[in-house]
């Protein structure tokens, strides 16, 4: 019923920008938090940012400072702004969504995610 999609990823000169973009369908953001997570080759996948219903964020160190987590409701879609990328952030990048409306739990772990887009290749070239 729920489902999840990214968009966005490509390859990118180191110290550009890009624009992530997560589409859920069958739930609304009114009640699911979301969050973005990256894996790079032959590394745990990693917790970047999430944005909960109630409009409360969270980031990791990684992500702070660069990336921007923001929502549009009305379009069902969640955004990550990157900026001044590095080729360490090279990796497919996942969207990821849970109800939350009635509680959760710590968002910055993956284990509470209940579904999961496809990922978005992001390359940046050194």
């Known amino acids: 019923q729920v489902h999840v999609a990214e968009s966005g990823g490509g390859l990118v000169q180191a110290g550009g920008s890009l624009k992530l973009s997560c589409a859920i369908s069958g739930g609304s953001l009114r009640w699911y938090t979301m969050g973005w997570f990256r894996q790079a080759p032959g590394k745990e996948r990693e917790f970047l940012s999430a944005i909960v219903h109630d409009s409360t964020t969270y980031h990791s160190d990684s992500a702070k400072g660069r990336f921007t987590i923001a929502r549009d409701i009305a379009k069902n879609m969640v955004y990550l702004q990157m900026n001044t990328l590095k080729p360490e952030d090279s990796a497919i990048y996942y969207c990821?969504?849970?109800?939350?409306?009635?509680?959760?739990?710590?968002?910055?772990?993956?284990?509470?995610?209940?579904?999961w887009g496809q990922g978005t290749q992001v390359t940046v070239s050194s």
């Open positions: 990821a969504t849970y109800n939350s409306g009635a509680g959760y739990g710590n968002p910055k772990m993956a284990r509470n995610y209940q579904y």
